[in-house]
């Protein structure tokens, strides 16, 4: 095949004086795209007593993940007339790619109100009653809460006394505990087949242990902070303690995807913490309140909430503000939800109204 260039032309077959061939000026490429900033880590909140990790700044917004540095558009080679090679077939399937450290999310969704999905059994303001209340240790600052058979699986917070235990329900015993790095604030926890995936709040690493003896497995590294995690058969959802909710591959911890959370009217709903993945929705406390939302991952759009002022009298939270409603977890087996907080002396068991 011929080469383009410039060079010395043959000697004239005429008396004509032969035309030097113009030389084609390389295609342009375009330019690279520049990267987005990456976010702002929430400062750490006032407190007489340990700080506790959710404190959100003013008009936060999402947490975004840096995006790389877009890869220069490749120049297209100026088609050389005259016989063509035959197609070179192409290959055979190709392995799966190996998954990168923590790709940068889509953005949330529009800013226009999404339309719900249907056949969610949750709707509206939702009425509890309390089945059954249960013991739970006052030392436990509970970051993530999940039920598995028969046992609760509890995750704790704060620097120095961040543990991951079972637990038996009916008497509040710690049937096996393991303790984090104590320089990490231990988060929320998910369950993936039989390895549990505990997060942490600024370290940047989940740790993935042995659903029954508790072994350290491996780590996952990711960026931005650690507040909920559940698993809803398919993907890990969790959350910042932003208005958004983002998906990640259970088995690589890679991010897939984000969505933003609103109530019907396109309101953001931050400070969304602990998580629970219930069918096909996501039930969220909202940090610093009493309120559970029940969220559409699929629109973002909160389809139902629930106020749990009431659950507990005295309130925790009167004698120290971050001891707060905090842990969901759902027993399928009965239709009903396990509730607590941080420090809390109780678990509370109710059924919500409207429910499967």
């Known amino acids: 095949m011929a080469s383009c260039g410039t060079g010395t032309p043959p000697p004239p077959a005429t008396t004509?004086?032969?035309t030097a061939p113009a030389s084609t000026p390389p295609p342009t490429s375009a330019p690279a795209l520049g990267a987005t900033g990456s976010p702002t880590p929430a400062p750490t909140p006032g407190s007489s007593r340990e700080p506790t990790p959710e404190t959100i700044p003013e008009a936060q917004t999402p947490a975004s993940?840096?995006?790389?540095?877009a890869t220069p558009a490749t120049p297209i080679p100026t088609p050389i007339p005259g016989p063509q090679p035959p197609p070179t077939a192409l290959p055979g399937p190709l392995p799966p790619p190996t998954p990168t450290l923590d790709p940068s999310p889509p953005p949330p969704t529009s800013?226009?109100?999404?339309?719900?999905?249907?056949d969610h059994p949750w709707r509206g303001e939702l009425d509890y009653q309390v089945v059954a209340t249960h013991p739970h240790d006052t030392s436990a600052f509970t970051q993530g809460l999940l039920w598995s058979e028969g046992r609760v699986y509890e995750s704790t917070g704060l620097r120095g006394a961040?543990?991951?235990r079972m637990v038996d329900l009916t008497t509040g015993q710690v049937l096996r505990e393991t303790a984090a790095d104590p320089e990490h604030f231990g988060e929320g926890l998910a369950l993936v087949g039989d390895r549990l995936i505990w997060l942490t709040w600024q370290a940047g690493t989940a740790g993935v242990y042995h659903q029954d003896s508790f072994e350290l497995l491996d780590r996952f590294a990711y960026q931005g902070q650690g507040w909920g995690l559940c698993h809803d058969g398919d993907r890990l959802v969790m959350s910042d303690g932003s208005a958004a909710l983002f998906f990640r591959h259970p088995?690589?911890?890679?991010?897939?995807?984000?969505v933003a959370v609103t109530e019907a009217d396109g309101t953001p709903v931050d400070r969304l913490?602990?998580?629970e993945c219930v069918g096909e929705t996501v039930w969220a406390?909202?940090?610093?309140?009493?309120?559970?939302?029940?969220?559409?991952?699929?629109?973002?759009?909160?389809?139902a909430e629930a106020d749990l002022a009431g659950i507990i009298s005295p309130h925790p939270a009167d004698a120290d503000t971050n001891d707060v409603l905090n842990g969901i977890a759902y027993r399928s087996e009965t239709g009903t939800f396990l509730?607590?907080?941080?420090?809390?002396p109780s678990v509370f068991e109710v059924r919500f109204d409207g429910g499967p």
């Open 339 to 344: 509730l607590t907080g941080k420090r809390w």
């Open 16 to 18: 004509a004086t032969p």
């Open 251 to 258: 088995e690589t911890f890679a991010l897939l995807g984000s």
């Open 65 to 69: 993940e840096p995006s790389p540095l």
């Open 111 to 118: 800013s226009e109100t999404p339309t719900p999905t249907p």
């Open 162 to 164: 961040s543990v991951l």
């Open 285 to 303: 406390n909202v940090w610093l309140t009493d309120r559970i939302v029940v969220i559409d991952p699929t629109t973002g759009l909160v389809v």
């Open 273 to 275: 913490n602990e998580l």
